[in-house]
C-alpha cells in the first residue's frame, strides 16, 4: 500500500467517506485485537490503524548538539541521525511515527532520546536501554526512565551485561518483571545470532508471561534453513512474543527490494500472524543501503501480504502496543 493510499485513507477518515469495502474489517477486530491478553485490550481507532509507523529506528544528537547531549566516548556516530533528518524522511516516505531505540552512541544517557520525544509530542515512542552492568541502573533506572522520562519500552542487548553473565541473571530477570508490571514490552537485539540467547528469552518468557516481547530485525536471521529460524519460528507458541521485520538489508543477500525476504516474511505471518509483526526501518543505517523512502516500500514491493496484512504490519501492530500514542 502506498503513501499517498495511506494518505487518502485518513483524508476519507476524518470526512466521514471512508467506503465499506476495506477499512471496516480492520476497524472491527481492533475491537479487541489481543483479547486473550489483559495488557491489549485497548480501544483503538481507525485513525491510528490508517497511520504508518516505523517500529526500530534510532536518532542521536547532531555534532551541533554534542556538548548538551554527550556521547558515549569511542561511539562518536558518523552518519547524519537526528530528529529533524529523520522528520524530513518521514515526509517524502508518509510515515507518521516511530519507537525510537535508544541508540548505542548515547549508551545509558538517555537524555537526547527524553528531549526528541518531549520536542515533537505524539510523534514518537521511545525504547530506553537496559543497564545490567555491575552497579548500574537494573529495574531501579528501568522504572525512572518510564515513569519520569516517559519512555514506553526497553531494550535487551546481551552483550552489554557483563562478561560470562547470562540475561536471566538477577539483574536481567528484575528488569524483565519490571517491564511486565510497567506494561513496557522488552525488544531483544540479537546481533551475533539468535541461538546464542534463545534460551535465555524461553525462560525469561516462561518466568514473566505478562511481559511482551520484541524480537529486533528477524531475529537476525538469515534466510529459513537454519537453526535460527526454526528457533524464531518455534518463539511463535508464546503469544507474548512479536516479531519486527526490520532491518531487511541486515538479513538479505540482495539489494532492494530484498526479495530473498519474500519467503521469511511469509512463514512468519503464518506462524505469528500479521497482528503480531512489525515493520521497520533501521534509520539511520538504512538511508546509505536503500534509502528511508525505499524501505517503507519493501513489504508492498514484496507483494506477499494482503491488504488488511499491511496494514496491521505497517502500524495497526504498534499502534495495539502503544495506544493513543501516535496523534
Known sequence: MSAARFQLMRTNLFQGTLGKTHVPSVASSLLSPFAHRKQHTNNLTCSAMVKRLDSHLHVWAPPEQAEEFPYFPGQEPTLKGSAEFLLECFKDAGVDGAL??????????????????????????????????????????????????????????????????????????????????????????????????????????????????????????????????????????????????????RVSGEAFPYRDTAAQVKQLVEAYGAKRLMWGSDFPFVVEECGYTNAAKTLEELDVLSGEDLEWVMGGTLASLFPSAWH
Open 100 to 249: 525510537i531505540v535508544q541508540p548505542i552512541n548515547h549508551k545509558f544517557d538517555h537524555s537526547y532520546v527524553s528531549h526528541v520525544i518531549k520536542t515533537y509530542p505524539g510523534r514518537f515512542v521511545g525504547a530506553c536501554l537496559a543497564d545490567p552492568t555491575e552497579g548500574g541502573g537494573g529495574a531501579a533506572e528501568l522504572e525512572r526512565l518510564v515513569k519520569e522520562e516517559g519512555f514506553r519500552a526497553v531494550r535487551f542487548n546481551p552483550y552489554l551485561w557483563p562478561n560470562g553473565a547470562a540475561m536471566t541473571d538477577e539483574a536481567g530477570r528484575a528488569m524483565f518483571a519490571k517491564a511486565g508490571e510497567l506494561g513496557v514490552p522488552v525488544g531483544f537485539m540479537c546481533f551475533k545470532g539468535l541461538g546464542l540467547h534463545i534460551s535465555d528469552i524461553e525462560a525469561l518468557c516462561v518466568e514473566c508471561p505478562a511481559t511482551t516481547v520484541l524480537m529486533d530485525h528477524f531475529g537476525f536471521c538469515k534466510g529459513t534453513d537454519g537453526e535460527d529460524w526454526k528457533q524464531l519460528i518455534a518463539l511463535a507458541r508464546f503469544p507474548q512474543v512479536y516479531v519486527k521485520l526490520s532491518a531487511f538489508f
